[in-house]
């Protein structure tokens, strides 16, 4: 309590410090202005989910049978494939990966800003199928197509395989111009920084005030969340733990430091399959609910100022393919009638945790994954 009373006290004097020159916190650091909150992007809009195919808002009916199968299985979300997208493709090879597991069910929103109409399919065992309804080829379904300037939104799941054709000029599918899977975000070192899994984890801090989080916990999902929520699994591949902030919108991240007020929002520990890796403080993998324009920041869990990789959500967007030469490594077909039957990717997600709405504070959860509970402090 008395050191509570001291950091406010302190913090206090640093407000009331006006009279010119910088102002400092209690570490001495500048005291860097809020983050850049641009509005909710119109894929969030609530029309939007009234015009374009849309999950659930609480979550997938399957999603809690999903979690107890990743955590009964040993393997935690290790088998969940990473996302991954292939523009032009000169060479059209599968993104389908038969040993991979499904994973959590997420959003999926993909945006024509070619010149051409395309379709959106589905792919299953090499097979081509309406990505909202299992029993109609993408080529029967309106709601697959995509005129220049459109968007949509799938309902989809980690590991899903999609391909986009565009349409020729008598209606029939084309090329393939763009193949996209669902699954995690990974968290690389694209600067090589060197990073040194030994050394132990340091208490989040405040960018504004410059105090350390010792005692923290992540926030429930909110239960109104704004239409077409994607949420967003992270995979820790770097090597040693790591912070993750959330910056709102910002476009510009500093490779040291911080220049907003970044908000901690979770941690991500080296052990592929701990008892809960949903949860557990030393999980590589963690899950958020978020919004297209939003930003995540890695940082060295050992040293936070250290800037590690970002991630900012964005739509996956079609692009022109001019004079495209395709090798088709893989053959795809249309589906046809009386096909197997395939589980359809519709729902949401239930239990994620997601960055503040607008104009509402998500309630603090309790027995959330916080150093202390974790028993120790390295990842």
């Given at each position: 309590?008395?050191?509570?009373l001291a950091t406010?006290?302190?913090?206090?004097?640093?407000?009331?410090?006006?009279?010119?020159?910088?102002?400092?916190?209690?570490?001495?650091?500048?005291?860097?202005?809020?983050?850049?909150?641009?509005?909710?992007?119109?894929?969030?809009?609530?029309?939007?989910?009234?015009?374009?195919?849309?999950?659930?808002?609480?979550?997938?009916?399957?999603?809690?049978?999903?979690?107890?199968?990743?955590?009964?299985?040993?393997?935690?979300?290790?088998?969940?494939?990473?996302?991954?997208?292939?523009?032009?493709?000169?060479?059209?090879?599968?993104?389908?990966?038969?040993s991979a597991t499904?994973?959590?069910?997420?959003?999926?929103?993909?945006?024509?800003?070619?010149?051409?109409?395309?379709?959106?399919?589905?792919?299953?065992?090499?097979?081509?199928?309406?990505?909202?309804?299992?029993?109609?080829?993408?080529?029967?379904?309106?709601?697959?197509?995509?005129?220049?300037?459109?968007?949509?939104?799938?309902?989809?799941?980690?590991?899903?395989?999609?391909?986009?054709?565009?349409?020729?000029?008598?209606?029939?599918?084309?090329?393939?111009?763009?193949?996209?899977?669902?699954?995690?975000?990974?968290?690389?070192?694209?600067?090589?920084?060197?990073?040194?899994?030994?050394?132990?984890?340091?208490?989040?801090?405040?960018?504004?005030?410059?105090?350390?989080?010792?005692?923290?916990?992540?926030?429930?999902?909110?239960?109104?969340?704004?239409?077409?929520?994607?949420?967003?699994?992270?995979?820790?591949?770097?090597?040693?733990?790591?912070?993750?902030?959330?910056?709102?919108?910002?476009?510009?991240?500093?490779?040291?430091?911080?220049?907003?007020?970044?908000?901690?929002?979770?941690?991500?520990?080296?052990?592929?399959?701990?008892?809960?890796?949903?949860?557990?403080?030393?999980?590589?993998?963690?899950?958020?609910?978020?919004?297209i324009g939003h930003?995540?920041?890695?940082?060295?869990?050992?040293?936070?100022?250290?800037?590690?990789?970002?991630?900012?959500?964005?739509?996956?967007?079609?692009?022109?393919?001019?004079?495209?030469?395709?090798?088709?490594?893989?053959?795809?077909?249309?589906?046809?009638?009386?096909?197997?039957?395939?589980?359809?990717?519709?729902?949401?997600?239930?239990?994620?945790?997601?960055?503040?709405?607008?104009?509402?504070?998500?309630?603090?959860?309790?027995?959330?994954?916080?150093?202390?509970?974790?028993?120790?402090?390295?990842?």
């Amino acid at each position: 309590m008395a050191a509570n009373l001291a950091t406010a006290a302190a913090i206090g004097a640093l407000v009331s410090n006006g009279g010119g020159g910088e102002m400092n916190n209690i570490n001495n650091n500048p005291v860097v202005p809020e983050c850049p909150a641009p509005p909710l992007a119109a894929y969030h809009h609530e029309d939007a989910c009234l015009r374009k195919p849309s999950r659930e808002r609480k979550g997938h009916h399957d999603r809690s049978m999903i979690y107890r199968a990743l955590t009964e299985s040993g393997t935690g979300a290790t088998l969940v494939p990473n996302t991954q997208t292939v523009t032009c493709p000169l060479e059209v090879r599968s993104l389908e990966i038969p040993s991979a597991t499904r994973g959590f069910d997420t959003t999926w929103i993909v945006e024509n800003t070619s010149s051409v109409p395309v379709v959106v399919s589905w792919i299953v065992n090499g097979v081509e199928y309406s990505p909202f309804d299992p029993d109609k080829s993408a080529m029967d379904d309106p709601r697959a197509m995509l005129r220049p300037g459109d968007w949509t939104s799938v309902p989809t799941f980690e590991s899903f395989v999609y391909h986009v054709r565009e349409l020729e000029k008598d209606g029939s599918a084309g090329k393939i111009v763009l193949q996209h899977r669902a699954g995690l975000v990974p968290l690389g070192n694209p600067h090589d920084y060197p990073c040194d899994a030994s050394l132990p984890d340091v208490p989040p801090m405040d960018p504004d005030t410059g105090v350390t989080l010792p005692s923290f916990q992540r926030q429930r999902t909110h239960p109104v969340r704004p239409c077409n929520t994607i949420d967003v699994g992270f995979r820790n591949q770097v090597g040693c733990p790591l912070h993750v902030y959330w910056a709102r919108g910002l476009s510009e991240v500093p490779e040291n430091g911080f220049n907003c007020g970044e908000k901690f929002r979770f941690h991500l520990g080296t052990k592929p399959a701990p008892q809960d890796f949903f949860e557990d403080w030393n999980s590589m993998t963690k899950f958020e609910g978020s919004y297209i324009g939003h930003t995540f920041v890695a940082r060295l869990a050992s040293d936070p100022k250290v800037v590690i990789d970002t991630h900012t959500l964005q739509p996956t967007r079609i692009v022109d393919c001019p004079n495209l030469k395709q090798k088709v490594a893989v053959n795809t077909k249309v589906a046809e009638k009386e096909k197997e039957t395939i589980v359809e990717p519709r729902g949401t997600m239930t239990q994620l945790t997601e960055p503040d709405l607008p104009d509402a504070t998500a309630a603090i959860a309790g027995g959330a994954a916080t150093m202390a509970a974790a028993g120790g402090n390295s990842g």
